[in-house]
Structures are given as structure tokens and as C-alpha cells.
């Protein structure tokens, strides 16, 4: 759970954000994943959709929001 990927990863909707840096919280989330296909199938569908809604046009007006 660090900048990046919190910045676009929303939390069980899009992917799962680890908080605890350590190997056991990693495997937690990932027997997480596997152990739920369904969950993991939709989050990949809701992840797709929202990397193609990220377009240029949208990503510099967001950025030009932020200066002004």
C-alpha cells in the first residue's frame, strides 16, 4: 500500500492493497485471489475498464485541476 498503486487500485474493487509488508500478509491477499475466482475475474473486469477509461485527454485534465 504504497503511492503508485494506491493511487489507482481501488481496494476490492479493482485489486487488493497490502498494508503489512511482510511475506505473510502478501500470501494472505494472494490465497485471497486464488482461493475466490469469481472475485478475482471481477476485479480484473472492473481493472480493465478502468485502465481504458484512463486516456491522455482525461490524465492531463486531472493534472491541470491539480495546479490550478
Sequence with gaps: NVQGPKDIVRESH???LV????PEALA???KEMVNNCELMKQ???QARAYA???TWERIMGYMRNQYN
Design 14 to 16: 479493482t485489486g487488493l
Design 19 to 22: 498494508d503489512d509488508i511482510t
Design 28 to 30: 494472505t491477499a494472494i
Design 43 to 45: 476485479m480484473g473486469r
Design 52 to 54: 481504458e477509461g484512463c
